[in-house]
């Protein structure tokens, strides 16, 4: 009786301890499958990029040291050339990442030619509370509702002022959410007398027709239908752009540029010497402020104050955020995991500690991720994020760019020309918006005729 007592005990105990170890191996072998960087098996992930030496640079070596096992096939049409048709190249090389610009992120969205990459965030418990906030609301919008695609870079602009400037002259500093015609006419509230190479700015800038541009980017605006080519340069905004810029540069507030004559490009800059009030500027301003503490003589430091801005009439959001690529994944992908773990990295946390300690030596930072830090070279960048960032205007531009490369050169050149009639009293701004609207218009004709005969 005892001995089949103690026989059953040693059985039961015996049958607990293989379940308990099969588990245990059975753990661990998935803990392994799930690690990051412990992939047991050799796994490809074909990528269409426009040139596989430059992929590899930005990227390529970068993932191959996080992920070792998983080897990198780069798909790339012959030349140099950018991708012009992203949905035949997709059909043509049936890559697992692509690398979209916003207007063909948008045109892939809406064919449903795109992996919806929130059940993937979701699965993941990946963490996008530090990503720009705004710019996942945009590529929402852009992809219809739905998160088809993540962009590591987002160059978003911010209003920087000389709040010493503004103390000395009794001028109420700049707040977030200013739009354009405030900060003009607060531009205009600093003196304008002295010599052009000593006195005080109101604004920096290159110019009233580049003012004009930066106005219609924060706005939105397009100066023609990529798919009509009818042009739309005299609507009530255009004309409103004309006329502040016009305005700003005959009172005198207006910085019109830099001129190297011999000097730095940061002793050139009225900014950076501190004789200008405010410039709507990237990140990279602020490591040139840096640089000017040690590579300017005799420099003098000066308080910089940042806010959010400008903004477009509606009070929310900016065009004045540029984005050349948003990683994105196939629907008929091969190796969606592996074109996850891709967008994952460099949109994550390890990827912007790494970037921008790689960038600390550097004298231009380049374009800052959307991965939010807190402060760079000990400057707070809170008011870069934010905006919300309307990219319409931006994915309209490269319509008109692939229609043709030059056009926008083209209508830079108009409203160069009208403009200077306008502030030099030779013409008026009805007339001046006229001829811009015709001259416009002309060009698109010109194009239109190229391409009918091309056919």
């Not at 998983?70 to 012959?78: D, F, G, K, R, S």
């Not at 929310?316 to 990683?327: A, L, R, Y």
């Not at 905006?387 to 043709?404: E, F, G, H, R, V």
Request: aromatic content about 10%.
């Amino acid at each position: 009786m005892k001995h089949n007592v103690l026989q059953k005990t040693m059985l039961v105990s015996l049958s607990v301890m293989l379940i308990s170890i099969s588990a245990g191996l059975s753990t661990g072998k998935q803990a392994s499958a799930n690690s990051d960087n412990e992939v047991d098996t050799k796994r490809t992930l074909k990528v269409l990029y426009w040139n596989e030496d430059d992929f590899n640079r930005t990227y390529g070596n970068l993932f191959s040291q996080k992920y070792p096992n998983t080897n990198i096939e780069v798909v790339a049409p012959a030349g140099m050339e950018a991708i012009k048709d992203y949905d035949g190249a997709i059909q043509k090389y049936s890559p697992d990442l692509v690398m979209l610009p916003p207007y063909h992120y948008k045109r892939l969205s809406t064919d449903k030619k795109l992996v919806d990459l929130e059940p993937l965030i979701k699965r993941d418990r990946y963490d996008t509370t530090t990503l720009y906030p705004g710019l996942l609301d945009e590529l929402k919008k852009q992809g219809g509702g739905k998160l088809y695609g993540l962009s590591p870079k987002a160059d978003s602009y911010a209003l920087l002022y000389n709040a010493d400037l503004f103390k000395k002259y009794n001028v109420k500093v700049p707040n977030d959410g200013m739009t354009w015609e405030e900060i003009l006419n607060l531009a205009q509230k600093f003196p304008t007398k002295g010599d052009k190479n000593s006195r005080i700015w109101g604004l920096s800038s290159f110019g009233s027709s580049n003012l004009v541009m930066d106005i219609a980017r924060t706005e939105g605006l397009t100066y023609m239908d990529p798919g009509t080519l009818k042009a739309t340069a005299n609507t009530t905004a255009w004309k409103n752009a004309y006329r502040l810029a016009s305005e700003t540069t005959k009172s005198g507030a207006l910085d019109e540029g830099i001129s190297l004559s011999g000097k730095s490009y940061l002793e050139s800059s009225s900014f950076i010497m501190g004789r200008s009030a405010m410039k709507v500027a990237s990140i990279s301003q602020l490591q040139s402020l840096q640089a000017a503490k040690s590579g300017v003589k005799n420099y003098k430091p000066f308080t910089l104050g940042i806010v959010a801005g400008p903004v477009a009439k509606d009070r929310k959001s900016t065009g004045n955020v540029f984005i050349n690529e948003i990683f994105a994944i196939p629907a008929d992908a091969a190796d969606v995991d592996a074109a996850w773990d891709f967008i994952k990295y460099f949109n994550g946390e390890d990827y912007a500690t790494e970037y921008y300690k790689s960038k600390s030596s550097n004298t231009s930072i380049g374009a800052p991720l959307s991965r939010m830090i807190k402060e760079y070279s000990g400057y707070k960048l809170d008011a870069f994020y934010k905006l919300k960032p309307n990219l319409d205007s931006s994915i309209t531009s490269y319509a008109l760019m692939n229609k043709s490369p030059n056009f926008e050169l083209k209508f830079r050149s108009i409203l160069l020309k009208e403009l200077t009639q306008v502030v030099n009293g030779k013409k008026t701004l009805a007339k001046a918006t006229a001829a811009i609207q015709s001259g416009t218009q002309a060009a698109a004709d010109k194009l239109k005729k190229a391409q009918t005969a091309k056919k």
